[in-house]
C-alpha cells in the first residue's frame, strides 16, 4: 500500500497524475498559503481552526476565487476517509495558481488546491520522555514582513534554520527576530515554564505565527488552572526557565531539555510540561473520538 494518497482539486489522483503546471505561482514564485493537519483516525483534528488561518492568509494575500471553506472541507473528508490511515499527516497547499507572468496580481488566476495525505508512524514515547535538543539558528525571522505569521511557500528563512540544525545534530532551531526577541522555531511554536506559569513569545512582538497546537497546549493548561502570559522573550528566557517544550501539529508537545550548550531546568522533562501533554492527549481524545494514544511508558 503507498504511504501517501493525492488529491488535485478535489479529485483523487495516482501519484504519476499528482501534478500542476509549471507556470502556476507557488512553482514560480512561492505565491501560495498551506496549512498541517494532524489525522487520528478519520477525523482531522481541529480543522475548522486550521481553515479559518489558510482563508485569512489568502485574503491578506488577495487571493482572488478562493475556494470555499465548505468544499475544502469536504475535500479533505474525502482524502482521509480514502487514505485510512491510522494516523496521518495532512498537508493542504493552495496556490494564486496559473496566470499572467510577473509579479503583477491582476489575473485572472485559478487556485489550484493539492492535498497530501501520509502515514503517519507515531514516534516512540522515549522521544517524550527524554525530550529534544535545539540550537539557536543565526537566520532571522522577518517580523515586520507581509507574510510574517502566515504559512506561506515562501520557507527559505526556516529551511536554512533547520539546515544548521540537522548539522549540529539537534531536532529543531529556534530563530530570533530582527530585534533579537525569541520567535518561534523552522517548523514549531516554542513554550517555557517560568515560576510555575506557561510562557509564550508574545506574536505581535515577536513575529511568530500562533500554531494550533500552540492554542491546544494554552487549552490544556487552563484546564489545568495553570497561568498563561504572553511576554517578548530574550535569546536567554529558554535557559533561565524551569521547564520548555516544543508544539507542532505532528510533533503535538515535545519536551525541549537543552538549548545550545545549555541545559534546561533538570534536563529532563518537567512536571508542569507532562500535565499539559496529559491534558492535550485528553483533548485530543475527546475531539477525535474513537482514537486512543499509546501508553507513554518507555520501550524496553
Same mark, same amino acid.
Given at each position: 500500500?503507498?504511504? $501517501?494518497?493525492?488529491?488535485?482539486?478535489?479529485?483523487?489522483?495516482?501519484?504519476?497524475?499528482?501534478?500542476?503546471?509549471?507556470?502556476?505561482?507557488?512553482?514560480?514564485?512561492?505565491?501560495?498559503?498551506?496549512?498541517?493537519?494532524?489525522?487520528?483516525?478519520?477525523?482531522?483534528?481541529?480543522?475548522?481552526?486550521?481553515?479559518?488561518?489558510?482563508?485569512?492568509?489568502?485574503?491578506?494575500?488577495?487571493?482572488?476565487?478562493?475556494?470555499?471553506?465548505?468544499?475544502?472541507?469536504?475535500?479533505?473528508?474525502?482524502?482521509?476517509?480514502?487514505?485510512?490511515?491510522?494516523?496521518?499527516?495532512?498537508?493542504?497547499? =493552495?496556490?494564486?495558481?496559473?496566470?499572467?507572468?510577473?509579479?503583477?496580481?491582476?489575473?485572472?488566476?485559478?487556485?489550484?488546491?493539492?492535498? $497530501?495525505?501520509?502515514?503517519?508512524?507515531?514516534?516512540?514515547?522515549?522521544?517524550?520522555?527524554?525530550?529534544?535538543?535545539?540550537?539557536?539558528?543565526?537566520?532571522?525571522?522577518?517580523?515586520?514582513?507581509?507574510?510574517?505569521?502566515?504559512?506561506?511557500?515562501?520557507?527559505?528563512?526556516?529551511?536554512?534554520?533547520?539546515?544548521?540544525?540537522?548539522?549540529?545534530?539537534?531536532?529543531?532551531?529556534?530563530?530570533?527576530?530582527?530585534?533579537?526577541?525569541?520567535?518561534?522555531?523552522?517548523?514549531?511554536?516554542?513554550?517555557?515554564?517560568?515560576?510555575?506559569?506557561?510562557?509564550?513569545?508574545?506574536?505581535?512582538?515577536?513575529?511568530?505565527?500562533?500554531?494550533?497546537?500552540?492554542?491546544?497546549?494554552?487549552?490544556?493548561?487552563?484546564?489545568?488552572?495553570?497561568?498563561?502570559?504572553?511576554?517578548?522573550?530574550?535569546?536567554?528566557?529558554?535557559?533561565?526557565?524551569?521547564?520548555?517544550?516544543?508544539?507542532?501539529?505532528?510533533?503535538?508537545i515535545t519536551p525541549l531539555v537543552k538549548?545550545?550548550?545549555?541545559?534546561?531546568?533538570?534536563?529532563?522533562?518537567?512536571?508542569? $510540561?507532562?500535565?499539559? =501533554?496529559?491534558?492535550?492527549?485528553?483533548?485530543?481524545?475527546?475531539?477525535?473520538?474513537?482514537?486512543?494514544?499509546?501508553?507513554?511508558?518507555?520501550?524496553?
Amino acid at each position: 500500500m503507498n504511504d $501517501t494518497l493525492f488529491s488535485i482539486n478535489g479529485e483523487i489522483v495516482p501519484e504519476k497524475d499528482a501534478v500542476v503546471p509549471v507556470t502556476d505561482r507557488g512553482f514560480l514564485y512561492g505565491d501560495g498559503v498551506f496549512e498541517t493537519i494532524h489525522a487520528y483516525g478519520n477525523v482531522l483534528f481541529r480543522s475548522d481552526e486550521h481553515l479559518r488561518r489558510i482563508k485569512n492568509a489568502g485574503e491578506i494575500l488577495y487571493f482572488d476565487h478562493f475556494p470555499k471553506t465548505a468544499v475544502l472541507a469536504e475535500w479533505l473528508a474525502q482524502a482521509v476517509k480514502h487514505a485510512a490511515f491510522a494516523e496521518a499527516n495532512v498537508r493542504m497547499t =493552495i496556490t494564486r495558481g496559473q496566470g499572467p507572468r510577473g509579479p503583477s496580481i491582476k489575473g485572472p488566476f485559478a487556485p489550484n488546491v493539492i492535498i $497530501t495525505v501520509t502515514d503517519f508512524p507515531r514516534p516512540p514515547a522515549n522521544r517524550t520522555l527524554q525530550g529534544v535538543y535545539a540550537i539557536t539558528a543565526t537566520f532571522r525571522r522577518q517580523e515586520s514582513a507581509a507574510t510574517a505569521r502566515l504559512k506561506t511557500l515562501n520557507y527559505i528563512e526556516q529551511i536554512l534554520a533547520r539546515r544548521e540544525a540537522d548539522l549540529a545534530g539537534a531536532d529543531e532551531a529556534l530563530m530570533l527576530n530582527n530585534a533579537g526577541l525569541l520567535c518561534e522555531g523552522s517548523a514549531s511554536n516554542i513554550s517555557l515554564i517560568k515560576q510555575g506559569a506557561l510562557t509564550l513569545p508574545d506574536p505581535e512582538r515577536a513575529g511568530a505565527l500562533p500554531g494550533i497546537a500552540q492554542i491546544t497546549a494554552i487549552e490544556a493548561a487552563h484546564n489545568l488552572r495553570i497561568p498563561v502570559m504572553m511576554t517578548s522573550l530574550s535569546p536567554w528566557d529558554p535557559g533561565l526557565s524551569e521547564e520548555a517544550f516544543l508544539t507542532g501539529s505532528m510533533r503535538e508537545i515535545t519536551p525541549l531539555v537543552k538549548l545550545d550548550e545549555k541545559i534546561i531546568g533538570s534536563g529532563k522533562p518537567g512536571p508542569v $510540561t507532562l500535565r499539559i =501533554i496529559e491534558e492535550y492527549r485528553r483533548i485530543v481524545e475527546r475531539t477525535c473520538r474513537p482514537f486512543k494514544f499509546p501508553s507513554l511508558k518507555p520501550a524496553e
